[in-house]
């Protein structure tokens, strides 16, 4: 499989859908602009670094060993509580997740298509302190290149924007190592989802941009599973994500009709 850089700078590969890249290019200076394009994103972010965060507490055993660490001595950051554990950002942007995840303690390696995401994402980490490896690649370069696995990988909200979802969320999967965690983010094709996340968010309301999405290529949770068929990973029940108009925050929730995350185990015993 040929993968290379293009002549916009951005990297080229088997999953990557050039049109999707360069939108998300075009507006690289503004992810941290918390009242910009992306202030859907800053208000939905803490949500998923919440669940991201508690899902590996449990998962890893590491809710007791931050608890142990605070009793221990007071100048330990309980926060840090994933030192020693590697996680991948695959489509990172601007670094919206890859920062939290590297102040909870996790070595983090931030990956996207776009080379003006991943400046964006340098200078912001540079400013705050911390030290995030960030990458111009796709995952099909990293996953070729021979790189260590991660014991975490994030596809949050990237999926949905790849020319093959099936090969892409696979590819996401072989660099999970025995006893890590996937985790991804999308939206269902339903037409609530329609309704809402394209007429509602787009059209109505102005909370983004005019085409970032396309309904035909929203996922249901059944297709996620269909994807990590012939994978070691065994995936959790999705759940549920929604804004509450009346408090302006978004919450996890039952109804997977619109936003979703999911989880996919890898069991220690499996063999890819």
């Not at 602009?33 to 669940?51: Q, S």
């Amino acid at each position: 499989m040929a993968e290379s850089l293009n002549n916009s700078g951005t990297a080229s590969g088997f999953s990557i859908d050039e049109g999707e890249v360069a939108r998300f290019s075009a507006l690289a200076a503004k992810w941290w602009d918390v009242k910009g394009e992306f202030a859907p994103l800053h208000r939905f972010n803490p949500t998923r670094v919440r669940f991201i965060r508690d899902t590996c507490l449990d998962h890893f055993g590491r809710d007791d060993l931050a608890l142990k660490e605070r009793s221990v001595s007071a100048k330990r950051n309980p926060r840090r509580a994933f030192e020693g554990l590697r996680l991948l950002d695959v489509g990172c942007g601007g670094g919206l997740l890859s920062e939290p995840m590297c102040r909870m303690g996790f070595t983090v390696t931030g990956l996207d298509a776009s080379e003006k995401n991943i400046g964006t994402a340098k200078a912001h980490a540079e400013e705050g302190g911390l030290d995030i490896r960030y990458l111009n690649q796709t995952v099909e370069q990293l996953a070729a290149s021979g790189e260590v696995l991660f014991d975490v990988v994030l596809t949050m909200e990237v999926i949905e924007h790849v020319v093959d979802p099936d090969a892409f969320l696979k590819t996401c999967a072989s660099l999970v190592k025995p006893g890590g965690l996937l985790f991804v983010a999308t939206l269902n094709r339903s037409l609530k989802a329609y309704a809402l996340a394209i007429i509602g968010a787009e059209y109505v309301l102005n909370w983004v941009p005019k085409g970032t999405h396309d309904w035909s290529k929203f996922l249901s949770p059944s297709e996620i599973r269909q994807f990590l068929d012939g994978t070691p990973l065994l995936p959790d029940p999705a759940v549920g994500v929604e804004f509450n108009p009346l408090t302006q925050q978004w919450g996890l929730s039952d109804d997977t009709e619109v936003n979703y995350m999911m989880v996919a185990r890898y069991p220690v015993t499996a063999a890819f």
